[in-house]
């Protein structure tokens, strides 16, 4: 009896030095660890090429979530054992999950960036994605053709609010080929941004009638992520970073286009077609060469 005990003991000492977290499965290629929290009914599940709708998040390992998003985007294949491609084919729509993966791996090999300054090298990560929508390439283009031909009244309409808008404020300069209105607030000769610089951002966010949607001064709590990285930033935030230094501030007005698009928010908060105003704050900017 002693020695099944034992055996049993051993076995189970095993498996926890083979898998370091309990609450989470291993997957096939060994790299990755999930932990599923919610099956849809339909198990197709996505393959490189396809277009998927998901929302993701990302946190460190103790669950401090530094960026959330809903995306929609085409996979790519997947380039190495333990990617976040991977990760996305293990799910079908309504399924959400936990995965742990290398940061390393999204930021130098997906994303081709630097590692955050708050995640140590050679260290993991977690990953959370709920998956809405599984599409193919060909499906996904009709939809976007029949989609577009249906809201471009919409788009029209929100064209005519933003120049009303710009008529009435008496403002004066030109957009930049983007559409997006870029209004220095003050002059700076701090450092300039380039790709893969780690910076930290003040913002303010409101609709043109001035009603505020989302504030890191409120929250006292400044944004930082890796510029030149997806799904960090709305596009037009980053085009204006692009034109400012560090230390300057800036007022930015934003097409939809350049900011939640025809979807809005994810949260709801933003409608789709919807042009938006950020007060922004150039607070830091991190080079390559101070990251090492």
């Not at 994605?129 to 929100?158: N, Q, T, V």
Request: aromatic share 12%; with cysteine.
């Amino acid at each position: 009896m002693k020695s099944g005990v034992i055996y049993i003991l051993l076995l189970f000492l095993l498996a926890c030095k083979s898998n370091p977290y309990p609450d989470y499965s291993k997957a096939n290629n060994g790299a990755i660890y999930y932990r599923l929290f919610m099956f849809g009914d339909d198990r197709h599940k996505p393959e490189a090429g396809d277009y998927i709708t998901a929302d993701i998040a990302y946190q460190t390992m103790d669950d401090s979530i530094f960026f959330r998003g809903k995306r929609t985007f085409q996979l790519a294949k997947s380039e190495f054992d333990g990617s976040i491609e991977e990760c996305f084919m293990m799910l079908a729509e309504d399924d959400s999950a936990s995965f742990i993966i290398s940061a390393d791996g999204l930021f130098s090999k997906t994303l081709d960036a630097q590692l955050p300054s708050f995640i140590p090298e050679n260290s993991n990560m977690k990953v959370g994605i709920r998956m809405h929508m599984i599409r193919s390439a060909k499906e996904y283009r009709r939809e976007k053709e029949e989609f577009l031909a249906w809201i471009e009244d919409f788009g029209e309409y929100e064209q005519t609010v933003l120049r009303h808008f710009i008529e009435e404020q008496k403002i004066d300069i030109k957009p930049t080929e983007s559409g997006m209105y870029f209004i220095p607030l003050n002059q700076s000769n701090g450092e300039k941004v380039e790709k893969g610089d780690i910076v930290t951002v003040n913002y303010e966010g409101k609709f043109l009638n001035g009603e505020f949607f989302d504030s890191t001064v409120k929250r006292k709590q400044p944004f930082e992520f890796v510029y030149g990285t997806e799904w960090q930033v709305i596009e037009g935030m980053e085009e204006a970073i692009g034109l400012m230094r560090e230390g300057q501030k800036a007022l930015i007005i934003l097409p939809s286009d350049l900011a939640w698009g025809a979807d809005g928010s994810s949260t709801g908060i933003v409608p789709p077609f919807t042009s938006v105003i950020y007060e922004l704050e150039l607070i830091q900017v991190r080079s390559r060469e101070e990251q090492v």
